[in-house]
């Protein structure tokens, strides 16, 4: 029988080259349901994005203060919380949210999270798509 081990922080550099490319967030449609089978390129999900207008811009919104952290055999990327400001008229409903890394050539889909309910962001208030656990985590089995 033979066994193999990680290297956490092997796992970690990988995590950090994130670090330096570029992740916006988008905001999609309450019809789009992610399939990450099918979604891998922004090409895959732009139809579904809101469209832009009252304070929304399509694939703008870039992920701030990115960071990774590595606690016991968990691995964390970490960022500020993306927010828009309804301006001029409501943000329309949003079911979920995409990661797109804008410095790939594809623009890979990262991630996607999907809410329970649809948000609709009226007029002189912001919607946040809050990370208070990160964007991504990586439990290294040992």
Known sequence: MASHEV???FVKGL???LLTDNIVVCL???GFIFNKDVHKKYSDIFAFEIPEGNGYLQKNKSLTNKNTTITGNVILLTSD???WQATGG???AVKSACFV???HPDEEVL???TY???YTTPEGTGFMVSLPNGIFSLTIET
């Open 90 to 92: 409501n943000i329309p």
């Open 15 to 17: 995590f950090d080259k």
């Open 101 to 103: 890394n804008t410095s």
């Open 81 to 83: 919380s993306p927010e």
């Open 28 to 30: 999609m449609e309450p």
């Open 7 to 9: 290297v956490p922080d």
């Open 111 to 113: 991630s996607c999270i």
């Open 116 to 118: 329970d309910s649809e």
